[in-house]
């Protein structure tokens, strides 16, 4: 009877066995996630650095692109004064002229 109530050794040996293996294949599996969750934090990491370096990149051709629009608008405004300057000294060289004849 008290064989009935009691595994045998063999088979405590093989239940803790079992157990361990559990055990194992559970810790086996944390040490991946943990793994995968270093993996996942490097790559979220890289991530943030190349969006850190195309800012970077975006702030510099937006400051390029201000300084190109700055000096076109001053090369228009030039342009402008000199198109009047011709348009008023061809005026006066037409009075000039209509006056000599």
Do not use: C
């Not at 810790?27 to 270093?38: A, K, L, S």
């Not at 405004?77 to 000294?89: D, G, L, M, P, V």
């Amino acid at each position: 009877m008290v064989r009935d109530e009691y595994p045998a050794p063999e088979e405590e040996v093989k239940e803790e066995e079992m157990v361990q293996e559990i055990v194992q294949t559970q810790e086996n599996n944390q040490n991946n996630v943990n793994e995968q969750m270093d993996v996942g934090a490097m790559d979220i990491k890289a991530l943030e650095d190349q969006l850190d370096y195309l800012q970077i990149a975006l702030d510099h051709l937006e400051k390029k692109n201000d300084n190109i629009r700055a000096e076109l608008i001053d090369l228009l405004q030039s342009n402008r004064e000199a198109r009047k300057q011709f348009r008023e000294s061809l005026e006066q060289y037409e009075v000039e002229r209509q006056q000599t004849n």
